[in-house]
């Protein structure tokens, strides 16, 4: 999943960035409300950490043209303004949750699981696929009872497909969804991880549930 | 507590009532003296009569007076001798002409009418010897009873009228002060939370209007106050939130990782955060007038390096140069701690906003104590006035550092006029901005 932080402030910003790199998120950040929108304009993310009182454009103008544009990122506000009425705005302005400073980073982790079903319309923190089970909420995943040892990216790159099964992904929107800016471009990097994240899955089972649709992408489920 | 309804009305009623009482000893007065005119001419009228049965014999007079109830009469002959008297009267009366007061010899208060006369003889020639004189006198019981009823019923009158008189005066200016007790209600339910309120101004008697928009002018102050206050509370929990959510964020990441934190960027936070605390500190304490002031001999050039030093790193990574113009011995007597955070604010707020690749300068004399000038850039003529506002931002959606909720240069003015020195910004129009202190 590849979220987008927008945050002023270096300290706060830095150390979400690396809590979330930590998650297993793919990370980018910005540091003001200009770059924030042209990040959140070209790549396709999924929850937008967006902060309020921002330099260049605040955090509501921000939301307001993400919204007027239809963009579908959801979006988490982070503000130290915490009254009724700030909230309200930020609300009505189409931000889907609403986080005071200072927080807690587990809360945080949380919403932003929650923030990420929604964005793939599920209620359900856990997604079955035939006998695999992928928890977003542990960020672990189970073949046949058995705990899959996923590395964080091969994670992130089962758990966008499962948010899409049945869909074909293609490299390139698995590529936006689960690498960030800072990650070496270069479709070879993907293949490896496939690779590496299939022989992990389907290896030994006869049910093969990943995929390769050539010229197309990849797709996670059962094929009928 | 004197009530101003209370003291009108007994003014008011103290007033009508000398008044009256003053219009009754007039009429009283005139009313006796028309009654005591009407007696005296009955009087003059019964003396004639009385005088008409005097006779001439001889050369000698002769005059019987007869008793008469309640009066007596008494003649003198020319020479002054004892003519005749009423039957009863022992004593001499007084002997004059014309209307005139006296004791009755009954001890009675009674009235006199003297006259003089000459008794008629027929064929002879009036005596050589002068005229007689009769002195009628009687009780005025009858006058005095006449003034007595006239002031009877003046009195009762006048009690009523008093009365009545009372009774509208406190009636009027109950209702006069009407409005008096609305503004009461409507100033009790104003509070802070809704001092938005005016009072209303139309319908207000000519005396009320002047006090109700004094009042209206301190509500709006009120407001203005209260509004500003809480702005800065607002943004005192703000610039206090964002670095304390940095610090936790840091160290819940921290905590859960296998890798080392960052303890250097931890300690800057808490550092920032310290100032921020201080700064709010001193600012309480200067609001509440308890600063202690000293005196120290203090180079200002060192003082300005010292205080630089903070600010060093942050210029230099955006680009802008420093230069400290003041000579080395130039120096001030003054309260050092204080006129480090002084400069320090001065410097930090010119570091932090003067456009990459600029310059900061820091000069003396021209007038000034000290002057930080920087390249800008420019700040609107407008806002001019307002930087040292206690909330003042240049640009709300400004970088949030922590340190810069508007105190800074607010502070730096505070402490400034407590060390007897004037901070004043000017905008050069080129884009140069000069913060200046001069001696007050």
Known sequence: MRLLIVEDYAPLRDSLARGLRDAGYAVDAADNGVDGLWYAENHPYDVVILDVMLPGLDGFALLGRLRAAGNAARVLVLTARDTVNDRVTGLDLGADDYLVKPFAFDELLARVRALVRRRYERVEPVIRIADLEVDTRARRAQRAGRPLDLSAREYALLEYLAHRVGHIVSRGELWDHAYDEAAEPGSNVLDVHISRLRKKVDDGHDGKLIHTRRGQGYMLGELR | ?440
């Not at chain 2, 202690?292 to 802008?320: F, K, M, S, T």
Request: glycine share 10%; hydrophobic share 50%; charged share 20%.
């Open chain 2, 1 to 440: 507590m004197s009530s101003i309804r209370a003291r009108l009305t007994v003014t008011s009623l103290v007033a009508v009532a000398g008044g009256l009482i003053a219009l009754a000893f007039a009429l009283y007065a005139a009313v006796r003296d028309v009654a005591l005119q009407e007696h005296d001419a009955e009087l003059r009228a019964r003396a004639e009569a009385l005088s008409a049965i005097a006779e001439r014999e001889d050369g000698g007079y002769e005059l019987n007076l007869p008793a008469m109830p309640g009066a007596f009469a008494q003649a003198w002959r020319p020479d002054g001798s004892v003519l005749a008297r009423t039957p009863g009267l022992v004593t001499d009366m007084e002997m004059r002409l014309g209307g005139f007061d006296l004791t009755l010899a009954d001890g009675r208060p009674g009235r006199a009418y003297g006259m003089a006369f000459t008794p008629r003889e027929e064929g002879r020639q009036p005596p050589a010897d002068g005229p007689l004189v009769l002195v009628l006198a009687e009780g005025i019981e009858e006058v005095e009873r006449t003034g007595a009823v006239v002031r009877a019923r003046f009195l009762v009158l006048g009690a009523l009228a008093l009365a009545a008189i009372g009774a509208l005066t406190a009636w009027t200016l109950a209702r006069a002060l009407r409005p008096l007790g609305a503004l009461t209600a409507a100033l009790a339910e104003i509070d802070d939370s809704r001092l938005a309120v005016r009072l209303p101004l139309a319908d207000q008697p000519a005396e009320l209007v002047a006090p109700v928009r004094t009042l209206n002018e301190l509500l709006a102050r009120l407001e203005a106050s209260f509004a500003r206050e809480r702005q800065f509370t607002a943004n005192v929990s703000h610039e206090l939130r964002t670095p304390l959510a940095g610090l936790r964020t840091l160290l819940e990441v921290s905590v859960r990782s296998p890798k080392p934190g960052d303890a250097a960027a931890a300690l800057a936070i808490v550092v920032e955060m310290c100032g921020l605390v201080e700064s709010l500190l001193l600012l309480a304490r200067l609001d509440g007038g308890q600063l202690a002031i000293e005196r120290d001999d203090i180079a200002l050039a060192a003082l300005v390096d010292a205080c630089w030093a903070p600010y060093q790193a942050l210029a230099a990574a955006r680009g802008v140069a420093f230069r400290n113009r003041i000579a080395a011995d130039a120096g001030i007597a003054s309260d050092r701690d204080k006129l480090r955070v002084v400069v320090g604010n001065l410097l930090s707020n010119a570091a932090e906003y003067t456009d990459r690749g600029g310059w900061i300068e820091v000069t003396t004399g021209d007038g000034a104590v000290l002057d930080v000038t920087d390249s800008g850039p420019a700040i609107p003529e407008a806002e001019l006035a307002r930087v040292f506002d206690r909330m003042w931002r240049g640009d709300a959606a400004r970088a949030a550092t922590g340190v810069h909720c508007g105190i800074g240069l607010s502070l730096a003015r505070g402490l400034a006029t407590q060390l007897g020195l004037a901070l004043t910004a000017r905008s050069h129009g080129d884009g140069r901005v000069s913060f200046r202190l001069t001696e007050l």
